[in-house]
């Protein structure tokens, strides 16, 4: 059984991804109806879009300190 990667912090940034989880708002309501393989797949792929997030929001946060 693949658990849920939620963390409670459930609201959808302008791209429609959950800035808590990283999943899609797609990934989200069909989670219940996935494979455990696909629910593997949709934890990764949120994984690496928080990442991506994260590393551009600490690149702003840079940007913004220099000016």
């Known amino acids: 059984m693949i658990d849920s990667p939620c963390v409670r912090i459930c609201e959808l940034d302008?791209?429609?991804?959950?800035?808590g989880c990283g999943r899609t708002r797609a990934?989200?309501?069909?989670w219940l109806s996935m494979s455990d393989a696909q629910k593997a797949i949709v934890v990764e792929r949120a994984k690496q879009r928080r990442s991506e997030k994260d590393r551009e929001e600490r690149g702003q946060y840079r940007l913004r300190r220099a000016t």
């Open 14 to 19: 302008r791209d429609d991804m959950c800035v």
């Open 27 to 30: 990934e989200i309501a069909g």
